[in-house]
């Protein structure tokens, strides 16, 4: 695998809560929660309430959701939500 960071963008109404770069990034998917690692294959899927789990060189980030929905494709990562 060539690339082995993800990068993602959390956007609300409001304007960008979060872009940046992880290593893994963990979604409250309305069937079930699942990981999103470099090289997942292309998917959009709706979110529930809980939060999206973003782990970078950085650490670990959290940010509460409502809802909405997330694209994956090509290790790039755009969920559009509400916020808590």
Known sequence: ????TL?????TPEGTLHAG???AVFL???VSP???LPGHAPII???ERGEIRVISEAGEQRFPVCGGVVKVKDN???ACVETV
């Open 28 to 30: 409250p998917g309305v």
């Open 21 to 23: 770069t992880a290593s």
């Open 1 to 4: 695998m060539k690339d082995k």
């Open 45 to 47: 899927s709706a979110l």
């Open 7 to 11: 990068t993602i963008r959390i956007l």
């Open 76 to 78: 790039q990562i755009t």
């Open 34 to 36: 699942f990981e999103v």
